[in-house]
């Protein structure tokens, strides 16, 4: 009688146990929002209902396979890394990248109670059930029945939950620290399914993100007198006029952007306006505008933001020359020796991803997600996923997917599917079963 297979003995997602810990989950989401530094998470709260699960299929209590690892750089603000170990050296594969902290809620503009969870037929509400605290309890579910069933893998599997991904303020908490510490060296050897998307289909590839800041520097006169004043609103207007037409110049669409599917190439791109305040009757001295650029992995962002400051340099440099609006407006004083400023800077980047398509790990990713969801179509977009481009750039093959929903992502009203839960089990059991081949 052939041995049972993989699938055979792990079986489907236990739907109710899921439940009961992902309840457990969202009931700590108000005390893992991440916003420093008025609200700072403790991701242990989390750790102690996955330890809790998993601790009896470990080797600590006996009962286990189970090598679990519980890893903190500050106090309150665990990682876990809980391994199953295989029987061949070498052999690894990895799902990393769900993280025990959230986003923000404000109970008043949801419909419902973000920070307990409440179930409407196939829908799993709360702050947390998409992102990412879902994919928390589904792979600690994974684990868990990996301990109990204790099927004979070739493959080591490694799960690592991970702090601190919705906010980079305070660094050396989470995936940083153990990339640094070198906790996850050995997941190099084998691919890493990182599970922080949407959607159940591969993400194969992610925007950067540059978050840029344009202050303007005019000089302040009474309206009726326009031709005594610098306006820089009417300069911030016509100089990145000029930036962003520079901009779509030096980075056009990119030839790989079909190749990936990006909905969108690059783009840069206004998103706030500030002024001092005043009158009416008032031509301010200054404004401020403020925007992203979002970056196919194709192009580099260091190199987007030299080029953005040359563009600052030679319109400062050439403001005489900057169009204008209407007979009177300038932006220059000769008799006054004024000349209107520009100055532009940069808050922290971040680097876009490209998977691997050659890899082994994006080709039995796209066939288990065929095989149990009834199609595959790889998507890519200019959000941004932060730690995975460092990742890469480490050595690591990252692939990313995830099951919840992308219309649900960081928005009020958070819900999942408990069917595209299942459905995200079903892949990881079929990407550990082909891998064994």
Not at 287 to 294: P, S
Request: proline fraction near 7%; include cysteine; charged fraction near 20%.
């Amino acid at each position: 009688m052939a041995a049972p297979s993989v699938t055979q003995t792990v079986g489907d997602l236990n739907k109710d146990s899921f439940v009961t810990l992902l309840s457990k989950l969202i009931g700590e989401s108000k005390h893992v929002q991440n916003n420093p530094p008025d609200l700072i998470p403790e991701e242990d709260r989390i750790v102690g209902h996955v330890l809790d699960l998993l601790r009896p299929f470990s080797t600590a209590t006996g009962g286990g396979p189970l090598i679990i690892n519980h890893v903190a750089y500050k106090p309150n603000r665990g990682n876990l890394i809980v391994e199953y170990p295989g029987t061949q050296p070498g052999k690894i594969l990895s799902f990393v990248g769900m993280h025990m902290d959230v986003v923000t809620a404000n109970p008043s503009d949801w419909d419902f109670d973000p920070f307990t969870m409440s179930i409407e037929g196939d829908k799993l509400r709360g702050r947390g059930t998409t992102d990412c605290l879902g994919h928390v309890a589904l792979v600690a579910e994974l684990m868990k029945r990996l301990g109990e069933t204790k099927p004979q893998l070739k493959s080591t599997v490694v799960a690592v939950f991970i702090a601190s991904e919705e906010n980079s303020s305070i660094p050396g908490v989470g995936v940083d620290a153990l990339v640094k510490d070198g906790l996850l060296d050995k997941l190099k050897q084998g691919p890493l399914f990182w599970i922080d998307t949407a959607d159940k289909q591969p993400c194969i590839g992610t925007g950067g993100m540059i978050p840029w800041k344009l202050e303007v520097f005019g000089k302040l006169f009474h309206s009726g007198l326009a031709h005594k004043a610098i306006n820089p609103l009417e300069l911030a207007m016509e100089a990145l006029k000029v930036i962003q037409l520079r901009f779509y110049k030096d980075f056009p669409p990119h030839p790989k952007e079909q190749v990936y599917g990006f909905a969108t190439p690059s783009t840069m791109k206004p998103t706030q306006w500030s002024y001092p305040g005043g009158g009416i009757n008032q031509i301010p001295a200054d404004c401020t505008v403020c925007g992203d650029v979002r970056l196919t992995p194709f192009y580099d962002v260091n190199d987007v933001i030299k080029k953005l400051q040359e563009y600052v340099e030679e319109l400062n440099a050439d403001i005489e020359n900057v169009d204008t609006r209407g007979p009177v407006s300038k932006y220059v004083l000769p008799d006054e020796n004024l000349r209107g400023r520009l100055s532009i800077t940069f808050d922290e980047a971040l680097s876009g991803v490209a998977c691997n398509l050659d890899s082994p790990g994006y080709h039995v990713l796209c066939k288990a997600t065929k095989d149990v969801v009834g199609h595959v179509q790889p998507y890519s977009i200019t959000g941004s996923l932060p730690l995975i481009r460092e990742l890469q750039d480490e050595g690591f093959d990252v692939q990313t997917c995830g099951y919840g929903l992308m219309a649900t992502y960081h928005a009020k009203n958070e819900y999942c599917l408990l069917s595209d839960m299942c459905q995200g089990y079903g892949v990881f059991v079929s990407i550990i079963s082909q891998l064994e081949d």
